[in-house]
């Protein structure tokens, strides 16, 4: 398996556009989940899902976030309108269970909005 | 929601020598405790797990403890070598909360 692959890497936008982030999970783990990583706030849990679920997103922000799970093999995070504090690193992680257990996370997509 | 709460911030040993990152939680009913390691500019990659079960466990160099009475976790790294510096989060199990990490900086 190539693991958990997000894209794009990196996306520079200016204020005001949507931006939306796209992972494909591992094959056979039912959950997925969204975090945002900054310097001030660290890892931050935005939203998860069992088996293409919210389960819990008291940690997206602000109505400005979205995040779907169409079906097992890919998720997306939107963000319309963008604001230049969205500017952060957004990791997709996937697990074979919620609370126990590995999580493994793709590379990352570094947004940077000016 | 759980808490969890990671000391030091910042970590700076001589080569050579030990390390210990130390967590606490907030959650009685946690039962797993991972430590997660994040090279610069990479993605954090889980470095070792305990479960409630056990009160520490061993993988070469680093070892995992727990106190569940005190409600604390620690991560133990010896004979430190410069392959070791990075941000190590330790991860609350019941809300997947992240400690804030701890930068540790090996000094050759």
């Known amino acids: 398996d190539a693991g958990v692959i997000q894209s794009p890497r990196h996306e520079v936008t200016e204020m005001g556009q949507e931006v939306t982030l796209r992972c494909k999970p591992i094959s056979g783990h039912d959950y997925l989940f969204w975090y945002r990583q900054t310097m001030m706030r660290g890892l931050e849990l935005l939203i998860y899902?069992?088996?293409?679920?919210?389960?819990?997103d008291s940690g997206m922000p602000e109505d400005r976030f979205s995040a779907k799970m169409p079906n097992a093999s890919f998720s997306t995070l939107k963000i319309q309108p963008s604001e230049p504090r969205d500017s952060a690193v957004y990791f997709c992680?996937?697990?074979?269970?919620?609370?126990?257990?590995?999580?493994?996370f793709g590379e990352g997509s570094r947004l940077t909005v000016l | 929601g759980e808490n969890v709460e990671q000391h030091p911030s910042t970590l700076s040993v001589q080569e050579g020598d030990s390390a210990v990152i130390k967590c606490t939680y907030s959650?009685?009913?946690?039962?797993?405790f991972p430590w997660y390691k994040q090279e610069l500019g990479k993605r954090p990659q889980l470095i070792i797990d305990i479960r409630s079960n056990v009160g520490e466990k061993k993988d070469q160099r680093i070892a995992v403890t727990l106190n569940k009475t005190a409600k604390h976790f620690s991560l133990h790294i010896t004979e430190t070598q410069p392959e070791d510096s990075a941000v190590y989060f330790c991860?609350?199990?019941?809300?997947?909360?992240f400690g804030q990490g701890t930068r540790l900086t090996i000094n050759p």
């Open positions: 992680a996937t697990s074979g269970g919620a609370s126990t257990g590995e999580l493994f």
């Open positions: 991860q609350g199990a019941q809300k997947l909360v």
């Open positions: 899902f069992n088996n293409n679920v919210p389960i819990d």
């Open positions: 959650d009685s009913a946690s039962n797993y």
